[in-house]
């Protein structure tokens, strides 16, 4: 069974590119509960960080574009949530480099709330905004 399964609570655009991403994070986090789970999790950890940085920067750009596109109102206040994702990133890659032996548990933790609390909280809130101005839309058709 897998540390951390996707549920439809953390559906953004139905299986469109945001999803997907997210999809490919619960991927990630699973991997690393897999290595850590067997001992081996400092072993990815410097692989994982520079992947999960990466694709990290390039999936909120693009959440980012995509909520100002569609006038989501709390942008500005989403954002400082993603800057704060990745700076602990950064120090999580930072402290692994000076050696510390607990970054495998620190990063598993992060991404498991990261999913947890940001996906099924700030990234719902852009969802309900989307319903309801298909809903709006909807109502001025009819």
């Given at each position: 069974?897998?540390?951390f399964e996707w549920a439809s609570d953390m559906v953004i655009d139905h299986d469109g590119p945001i999803d997907q991403d997210h999809r490919r994070l619960v991927d990630q986090v699973n991997r690393l509960h897999d290595a850590t789970s067997q001992g081996s999790g400092q072993e990815i950890v410097a692989g994982l960080l520079e992947e999960l940085l990466a694709d990290t920067k390039e999936h909120l750009?693009?959440?980012?574009?995509f909520m100002a596109s569609v006038g989501f109102p709390e942008s500005e206040a989403h954002r400082k949530g993603h800057d704060h994702f990745v700076a602990e990133l950064v120090r999580l890659k930072e402290l692994y480099e000076g050696g510390s032996p607990t970054v495998a548990t620190r990063l598993s933790q992060l991404l498991r709330d990261w999913l947890?609390?940001?996906i099924r909280r700030n990234d719902k809130e852009?969802?309900?905004f989307l319903d309801k101005q298909r809903r709006l839309k909807a109502l001025k058709k009819s």
């Open positions: 069974m897998a540390y750009a693009h959440e980012e574009r947890s609390l940001h852009v969802r309900l």
